[in-house]
């Protein structure tokens, strides 16, 4: 069967030339994962049997992030027993965020779908997400309600759900699924970077497109262990922060920071201005007072933060070019020649 790969030596690499490629499918499949050998057959079998029922053409996109157990060895077994199957090969582990967006980045269908390679998500919800977008919705996220996970990670998911629901409005019981449908022009119109896919939602929310959920089979993981730890946590209070600024204050953020200031610096304003009542009155001493080295300090984290303010509001009117080039960490990229070209590097 004829292929064609590429691979990006000690450098990235933008996926594609601009030149039009062959008709896109209907669906496009990103799968993101690692070190997952017990379940990619099954997983792909079980796509491939839903898919082509559903009357429709598609794409399946395998995203190993720098797999190193027998994962790569087995998609390029899938990839060469199915033409519709693309495969990525990182030259290290980058992250899921990372993953996600090197598949959509080469994803052509109209409609994405994401699932995680575990077997957790079960590909036969795929047509419920399809009859939800077909009933005008841009984007359908999974809805675990009985998750076949850990306490502790059902716990800090329901905590994140909840802080999201109050900040943000959008009333969405699990939206850091895995398993989502997505109409290709959401992505196209979100601008998403770094870790900031797991809000996806919030940001097509936020941007005016139609957000729903579904409830979703979660099975038991049968095969390898899950890949998130203490740090993912960290990693998603910063990803909050940065999102709930990018929503809400992205054209205004003086709005954020000068209310942030305006309030710091007025606290140590009053501070001084009753330290230097009671020192004018003779009451104290204000070496003998330790609170005005605070109030001082306040009124200059208020001023730093007014300016930032300023500075990020100067940012934005300033015409600047973009440079929209796709770079990713890829190694090896299998794609067969109906879709995919020669590309000589070195």
Same mark, same amino acid.
């Given at each position: 069967m004829p292929t064609a790969a590429r691979t990006a030596a000690a450098r990235d690499l933008p996926l594609f030339d601009e030149r039009p490629a062959a008709t896109p499918p209907d669906i496009s499949v990103v799968i993101p994962l690692r070190n997952e050998e017990g379940s990619l057959k099954e997983l792909h079998r079980q796509i491939v049997e839903v898919l082509e029922g559903q009357a429709k053409t598609f794409e399946i996109l395998f995203i190993d992030?720098?797999?190193?157990?027998?994962?790569?060895?087995?998609?390029?077994?899938?990839?060469?027993?199915?033409?519709?199957?693309?495969?990525?090969?990182?030259?290290?582990?980058?992250?899921?965020?990372?993953?996600?967006?090197?598949?959509?980045?080469?994803?052509?269908?109209?409609?994405?779908?994401?699932?995680?390679?575990?077997?957790?998500?079960?590909?036969?919800?795929?047509p419920a997400f399809l009859a939800e977008l077909d009933r005008g919705h841009d984007l359908v996220v999974g809805w675990k309600r009985r998750r076949r996970d850990r306490i502790t990670r059902v716990m800090a998911s329901r905590v994140f759900n909840l802080v999201n629901r109050i900040c943000f409005g959008l009333h969405l019981h699990d939206m850091n699924c895995g398993f989502?449908?997505?109409?290709?022009?959401?992505? %196209?119109? *979100? +601008? !998403?970077?770094?870790?900031?896919?797991?809000? &996806?939602?919030?940001?097509?929310?936020?941007?005016?497109?139609?957000?729903?959920?579904?409830?979703?089979?979660?099975?038991?993981?049968?095969?390898?262990?899950?890949?998130?730890?203490?740090?993912?946590?960290?990693?998603?209070?910063?990803?909050?922060?940065?999102?709930?600024?990018?929503?809400?204050?992205?054209?205004?953020?003086?709005?954020?920071?000068?209310?942030?200031?305006?309030?710091? %610096?007025? *606290? +140590? !304003?009053?501070?001084?201005?009753?330290?230097? &009542?009671?020192?004018?009155?003779?009451?104290?001493?204000?070496?003998e007072r330790p609170l005005l080295i605070l109030g001082v300090m306040l009124i200059i984290l208020g001023v730093q933060t007014i300016s930032i303010g300023l500075v990020g509001e100067m940012l934005i009117h300033k015409e600047e070019t973009r440079d929209n080039s796709k770079l990713h960490p890829i190694r090896e990229l299998l794609r067969h020649e109906d879709v995919a070209r020669h590309i000589e590097t070195e």
């Open positions: 992030d720098g797999s190193t157990d027998g994962s790569p060895d087995i998609l390029r077994a899938i990839f060469a027993a199915d033409s519709r199957v693309t495969v990525v090969t990182f030259r290290r582990n980058f992250g899921k965020a990372e993953a996600l967006a090197t598949g959509f980045d080469l994803a052509r269908g109209a409609i994405i779908l994401t699932l995680d390679a575990d077997l957790q998500d079960d590909p036969k919800e795929i989502k449908a997505i109409r290709h022009e959401v992505l %196209g119109e *979100l +601008g !998403l970077y770094g870790e900031l896919h797991r809000y &996806i939602p919030i940001y097509a929310h936020a941007r005016g497109f139609r957000v729903t959920e579904i409830p979703v089979l979660h099975h038991p993981r049968r095969h390898g262990s899950s890949k998130y730890g203490l740090e993912r946590y960290m990693r998603g209070f910063f990803d909050f922060l940065t999102s709930l600024l990018l929503t809400r204050f992205a054209k205004r953020p003086l709005h954020f920071f000068g209310g942030v200031g305006f309030t710091v %610096g007025t *606290l +140590g !304003l009053l501070i001084c201005i009753v330290l230097t &009542i009671q020192w004018l009155s003779g009451s104290t001493a204000l070496s």
